[in-house]
């Protein structure tokens, strides 16, 4: 998923609603979002919870996080 569709889905919930509160979510300046091409692994567990699960952390980092917590692709299985 892209940046600006993790962040119109983040300003969707009505606990976050604006940049500004995503980044007092993350604890960094709202210009600092400016320099973000995807959301830091450090702050998805955050905006996650703040988000209330709307939005996760497989949604914003699969990479790192896997594509979702029951993702057994990684496992070579017979």
Known sequence: MQ???IIKRLKAH???RTKTRIAE???VS????????????E???KLEK?????VTRY???PEVFGVGPNDDSD???A
């Open 3 to 5: 940046l600006e569709d």
């Open 14 to 16: 009505p606990n976050i």
């Open 25 to 27: 979510i993350c604890g």
């Open 30 to 41: 709202r210009q600092s979002l400016r320099f973000w091409t995807q959301v830091p692994a």
């Open 43 to 45: 702050y998805c567990r």
């Open 50 to 54: 703040a988000s209330g699960g709307e």
């Open 59 to 61: 949604d914003m980092r």
């Open 75 to 77: 496992l070579d299985v």
